[in-house]
């Protein structure tokens, strides 16, 4: 089975500084895929970012970073220069190489970015 | 750019009452979900639909529960007699093709249920 683990619940920040949600996912799969998607208070799920498992290398995109580190189950993602409209529930999420290739979603992390 | 849309964006209703929500998915693309999130809590998988036949559903998705796709647009999720809790937020989702799971499921804004 897998899973998706988001030990942070809430984290609040000041606004310019960096801020890193971690996630640790299980899964007996060999090819996966993991994604960040944001859910601000006005409740959409926006697409951020996404990896599949072959391919480790890590990327920055603007102000978004990800590590994906295989051999500890971690994908995690950061915000540089945080921003107050980057406040928002961030959710982990896992999908299998199998069939239709749902998501399996972590508990998500509440970041809150004050000014 | 193509969005993923659902209507109602809020519906009321009362237990035991059948509800349909609807979802106009991207146009080309070829996979359909439904998922929903009681509020606080994390997203959960309800189905997913791909060439007009539902191709995995959870353990949350019984017998109270439905999928169609009535024709070339609309996706459909029914539920014949809610209950208490139901109430959730329910978002349906569309991908491109079977080529490559790598891509990404776009989400609709989502149907808010209350179940009263």
């Known amino acids: 089975a897998q899973k998706v683990t988001q030990a942070q619940t809430e984290i609040s920040v000041v606004e310019k500084e960096d801020v890193t949600l971690d996630c640790v996912y299980e899964t007996r799969d060999t090819t996966y895929y993991l994604f960040w998607y944001k859910q601000p208070p006005s409740g959409e799920l926006v697409f951020l970012i996404r990896?599949?498992?072959?391919?480790?290398q890590n990327e920055i995109s603007g102000r978004y970073s990800w590590n994906f580190q295989k051999s500890t189950s971690s994908f995690n993602f950061t915000i540089t220069a945080s921003q107050v409209v980057d406040s928002a529930v961030y959710f982990c999420a896992l999908s299998d190489g199998g069939s239709n290739y749902k998501l399996t979603f972590g508990k998500g992390t509440l970041l809150t970015v004050n000014p | 750019e193509p969005e993923v849309t659902q209507t109602p964006s809020h519906q009321v209703t009362q237990m035991g009452q059948e509800v349909i929500l609807r979802c106009v998915p991207i146009?080309?693309?070829?996979?359909f979900y439904w998922y929903r999130q009681i509020l606080g809590q994390k997203v959960e998988f309800l189905v997913s639909f791909y060439n007009n036949e539902i191709s995995e559903k959870s353990e949350i998705f019984d017998d109270q529960f439905s999928v169609e796709r009535p024709d070339g647009s609309n996706f459909t999720l029914k539920i014949r007699s809610t209950k208490l809790e139901d109430s959730a937020m329910y978002f349906c989702a569309s991908s491109v093709t079977t080529a490559s799971p790598y891509n990404e499921q776009f989400f609709g804004p989502g149907t808010r249920l209350t179940v009263l």
């Open positions: 146009s080309n693309h070829l996979y």
């Open positions: 990896r599949n498992s072959f391919d480790e």
